[in-house]
């Protein structure tokens, strides 16, 4: 066993909340991600090394970098066939974002969910050890760790984690999902909940995923060589209701029309320099959400990244910018004179309900909230109805449409 477990650790990534930083990171990634990837992404070489994988889903969560210009970036230094392993895994991204928009209902039963349960276990000692890395799962015990000091973990001990949490040490997933959107530079609602219901089986029902020692041995490069005690045979987690909830179409977005309009930045779309704007833009302001940890890394990366993309919005269109919270978006958008406030489309989540929240007040003042969907969104997230299957076999047409390949 290598000294890994020696805290604090020791990181091979910049965690700078801004999209330079991210745009040197996409750069440092680009040799590897062709065939090199698709070979050894699902290795967890920790922390100290992450050549891999791009670690890039911090900005791409919040569009700092877009899915659009990372799949362009890659597809300049590789062929589409070299590069296919890639692109699939950000649609990944695409696909859950569309598969939460199209059931709202399974967001708001995970919340639902979650506070009794949180209630109830509060103090709770196997759930006290587990979120604080004192198990006796060595592996186990160093991703809490890792996951709280550094706010990242690798896909696959994303995997292992969610598994064992669920399955060997039998805590609601509901919790794990939330410790892990408390703590991750990328927490996304859709991502993280659905890539739990995943592991649990809860998503394509009846299947679910078991971490095996041999596994996590074979991948992580033999740093964990001793996960004994795992139950590699629990059957998936069932729920009650056994229907999904039904389909809602996805919503759309719309156009501003004004000439004079303010932008309302927030963490769903930090990228404002690529949204389809012909108005004067008289003023901006960045959401700021409070973070549940203060001080901590997805706290600080959250607030450094809002800086970052107020800072390029006022330079960009020489505008005003400043902060707010949500309980001031009507007051704001009332201090700037816009006819419309336009800000990046918030998908399902905690942003589109202060959205929907500040809407109705916003109409009231004679102000129209336009919420800008990207074409990326709009051709993919219809797709998102069933299996990813059904999105992946449609990319090669997707990427056509944006330009980004030759149609086949
Ligand atoms: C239990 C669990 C919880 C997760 N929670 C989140 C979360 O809150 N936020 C989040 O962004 N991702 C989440 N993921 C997905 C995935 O683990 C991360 O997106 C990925 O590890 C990011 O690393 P990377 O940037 O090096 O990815 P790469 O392997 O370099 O992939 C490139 C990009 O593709 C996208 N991507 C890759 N894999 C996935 C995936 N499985 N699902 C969605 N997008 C993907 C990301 O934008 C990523 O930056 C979760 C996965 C699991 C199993």
């Given at each position: ?5 020696t805290f ?37 070489r ?28 890659v ?13 699939q ?33 509060g ?23 890792e ?26 997933w ?141 330079s ?47 109409q ?5 909230l ?39």
């Amino acid at each position: 066993m290598s000294e890994t477990n020696t805290f604090p650790m020791r990181q091979a990534i910049n965690w700078t909340p801004t999209r330079a930083a991210g745009l040197i990171r996409l750069e440092a990634f680009l040799p590897n991600a062709g065939y090199a990837y698709a070979r050894t992404r699902n290795v967890d070489r920790g922390p100290e090394d992450r050549s891999n994988v791009s670690a890039l889903s911090p900005w791409i969560r919040r569009r700092m970098i877009t899915e659009e210009e990372v799949v362009a970036a890659v597809l300049e230094r590789h062929s589409p066939s070299a590069a296919e392993k890639f692109i699939q895994e950000v649609f990944w991204r695409t696909y859950w974002k569309g598969w939460l928009e199209m059931r709202p209902g399974i967001w708001d039963r995970f919340n639902h969910e979650h506070d009794p349960l949180s209630a109830a276990l509060g103090s709770d000692r196997k759930l006290a050890a587990a979120m604080r890395g004192e198990t006796g799962i060595e592996a186990f015990d160093h991703w809490a760790r890792e996951l709280v000091d550094t706010g990242w973990l690798h896909n696959h001990a994303r995997m292992w984690f969610a598994s064992i949490w669920i399955f060997t040490l039998r805590l609601p997933w509901q919790l794990g999902a939330r410790f892990f959107y408390d703590h991750l530079l990328d927490a996304d609602p859709a991502s993280n909940t659905l890539s739990w219901r995943w592991v649990a089986g809860l998503h394509t029902r009846g299947k679910h995923y078991l971490a095996r020692a041999s596994n996590i041995r074979d991948n992580t490069l033999g740093r964990f060589d001793r996960a004994s005690g795992l139950d590699e045979s629990a059957p998936p987690l069932t729920e009650d209701e056994p229907s999904l909830p039904a389909l809602a179409r996805p919503s759309s977005g719309g156009r501003p029309t004004a000439a004079r309009v303010a932008l309302l930045l927030t963490e769903e779309d930090l990228h404002p320099e690529s949204w389809p704007l012909e108005a004067d833009i008289i003023a901006c302001a960045a959401l700021a959400v409070f973070p549940v940890h203060p001080g901590s890394p997805a706290a600080e990366f959250s607030t450094g990244a809002l800086a970052d993309a107020l800072a390029r919005a006022q330079s960009r269109f020489g505008a005003e910018g400043r902060l707010v919270v949500a309980d001031e978006i009507a007051d704001w958008a009332r201090s700037t004179g816009a006819a419309e406030i336009v800000t990046g489309f918030a998908p399902v989540g905690p942003i589109a309900r202060y959205l929907d929240a500040a809407e109705p007040r916003l109409q009231e003042q004679g102000q129209r909230l336009v919420r800008l969907q990207r074409d990326w969104d709009k051709r993919a997230w219809p797709l998102a109805t069933a299996g990813f299957f059904k999105m992946k076999a449609q990319i090669p047409k997707m990427l056509a449409e944006s330009g980004l390949i030759l149609p086949r």
